[in-house]
């Protein structure tokens, strides 16, 4: 499987909801693409910071400084940003993260359209760096600032969907979203919706599932992550689940999910090479 170009792919995880697995999928999902060779960048745009916790631990992450942290490319005060210094390696092979914590959530502004050149921030500190293959962005649960800057930066958007009321409900907003942000970034695409936290045993997940195929036919991935143990426990060991228990069906499952996002990204970057 290969990327179709020499740009990185880049994918935003957005949606409205909490605990729909955003965080989740790009911690497994790192672990996936770096199996496969890949140097991956983990942008944590979250003020919770959930992703850099996962890799460092809450106690470091915490103790973090503004200006090593992704709060630094929004604040005036911070000078002279060495991506170097700011992207940390973790200890797995070929993961980094840029990281966030509490210091963020003051530039998370509700009318990102109004915050001048902010809106670039990330993009533009992305941009030049050519160490990566895939960038990931975890994004917060709302679409403000942090989730605008990861949208104006990144090619696509990958939204996780649990097969509940809840989960459903803000998809519209979303879908706005991506395409306002597509005035500033007209390379954007929505890669998908990828139906997490699924339990096929549940009668009311099996008929969400239907109805959101149903409704958004082949922009539903094929691909599901089902709620497993193995997740969890991969996270609570600081493991991506490739990485902890590359044999079970958690594992098999995130590589498949990686695959088919590959494919994904490949046939729409022909798709508009042809066009």
């Known amino acids: 499987m290969e990327i179709a170009n020499d740009q990185p792919m880049s994918i935003c995880l957005i949606n409205q909801k909490g605990g729909c697995g955003k965080s989740s999928t790009c911690f497994h999902l790192a672990g996936a693409f770096a199996a496969l060779g890949k140097r991956v960048l983990l942008v944590d745009v979250d003020p919770q910071g959930s992703i850099s916790q996962a890799f460092f631990g809450s106690d ?14 929004f604040d005036d005060e911070c000078n002279h940003i060495d991506p170097q210094r700011l992207i940390r390696e973790t200890h797995i092979e070929g993961i980094s993260v840029l990281p966030a914590n509490q210091h963020l959530a003051q530039f998370n502004n509700p009318a990102p ?9 990330l993009r533009e500190f992305l941009e030049p760096l050519e160490t990566f293959d895939v960038i990931l962005f975890d994004c917060p649960p709302n679409l403000y600032q942090c989730s605008w800057n990861a949208m104006i930066a990144t090619r696509h958007v990958l939204i996780p969907i649990p097969p509940e009321d809840f989960g459903t409900q803000g998809i519209p907003a979303v879908h706005q979203a991506v395409a306002n942000a597509r005035i500033l970034n007209p390379s954007l695409r929505r890669l998908g919706h990828l139906i997490t936290r699924t339990d096929s045993r549940i009668l009311i997940h099996r008929e969400y599932e239907s109805r959101l195929r149903q409704l958004y036919d082949e922009l539903v991935l094929r691909s599901t992550l089902p709620e497993l143990s193995a997740y969890k426990v991969a996270l609570a060991c600081r493991n991506p689940v490739q990485m902890h228990a590359p044999r079970t069906k958690a594992a098999m499952r995130v590589r498949q999910l990686a695959g088919e996002i590959i494919d994904r990204v490949s046939n729409k970057s022909q798709h508009r090479e042809a066009a």
Not at 113 to 121: L, N
């Open 113 to 121: 359209e109004q915050g001048g050149v902010m809106q670039f921030a």
């Open 60 to 73: 470091a992450v915490e103790r973090m400084p503004v200006w090593e942290t992704v709060a630094a490319l």
